[in-house]
């Protein structure tokens, strides 16, 4: 007859072979892609973040690592930083690590803005919006002194487009969507397609409420990208562009190996 203690150590065995298999399957190490987000990101907070100051917190996956060294510094120096979200994601960011939440009705003007970017240009030219986030974090950027950007180096592109196949995108007021779709392609031909859900049916809806549609511009003056912004501007029903053009004071791009590049408006 089986005792007690035989299926107690039984069981005690099996749950530990399947921790131990559990750990063998999962990766050890931060993924290269990682290590180039996290390296731009803290080189960027490192040389940026002063006492006193008050922070613009942009949207991404690349933020994210920006957000736990000012909370490391924050912390370790005793500095006193007022946040900015540019999203909700941001917003959880600053209070997920005890950052002091501010917005821009307190807070009109601000030092610094870090943000993402799915692409950037040689002339500092930036593809925002991939994570459905453009409109806040445009306005935020252009409250700040400096507006400073974080990227892993795919991310570092001649011409826009060389990378990011996602097309640009374009914030819409839901019921205008049709029709800045029709407008938007016989203007800069392509397609601009509406952007939907993952896990929901239907369009994916924005932290404003509005719809994005992400442009394949067939016949735009792609070396004018100030151009083809005001352009989908003048729409009526356009919010605002994933294109943010003479915005960005310096990008930070993370190599494969934990190295950092930058780029100024004028270095190429
Ligand atoms: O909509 C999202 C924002 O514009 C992000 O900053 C941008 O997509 C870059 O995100 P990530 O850091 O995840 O590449």
Redesign the pocket.
């Known amino acids: 007859m089986i005792s007690f203690k035989t299926v107690l150590s039984g069981f005690y065995w099996r749950s530990s072979f399947c921790k131990l298999l559990k750990q063998s399957t999962r990766p050890l190490t931060m993924s290269s892609i990682e290590i180039g ?1 996290k390296a731009a990101a803290t080189a960027a907070v490192n040389d940026w973040l002063k006492d006193n100051q008050k922070v613009g917190i ?6 994210v690592y920006a957000v736990e060294r000012i909370a490391e510094r924050v912390k370790n120096e005793n500095l006193k930083i007022s946040c900015v979200p540019t999203s909700f994601q941001a917003k959880q960011l600053i209070t997920e690590h005890e950052l002091t939440l501010s917005d821009l009705e307190r807070t009109p003007e601000l030092d610094l803005v870090i ?4 692409e950037v240009d040689k002339d500092l030219v930036l593809i ?7 409109v806040q ?1 445009k306005i935020v950027a252009s409250c700040a002194k400096d507006f400073i950007v974080i ?1 892993d180096e795919r991310k570092d592109v001649k011409k826009l487009g060389d990378n990011w196949k996602k097309g640009i995108p374009v914030e819409v007021i839901p019921m205008a969507y049709l029709p800045v779709k029709g407008k938007l392609e016989s203007l800069l031909g392509g397609e601009a397609i509406l952007r939907l859900a993952k896990s929901k049916a239907g369009p994916v809806v924005t932290d404003n409420g509005n719809f994005i549609l992400d442009c394949h511009f067939s016949d735009c003056m792609k070396d004018d990208w100030y151009k083809v912004n005001l352009q989908i501007l003048a729409t009526p029903g356009v919010v605002d562009t ?1 294109l943010f053009v003479k915005m960005a004071n310096k990008v930070y791009f993370g190599t494969t190996d934990g190295k950092v590049t930058t780029r100024l408006p004028n270095s190429n």
């Open positions: 987000k942009g949207s991404g996956s690349t933020i943000d993402g970017a799915d925002k919006g991939g994570g459905g986030c453009l974090e990227a994933g």
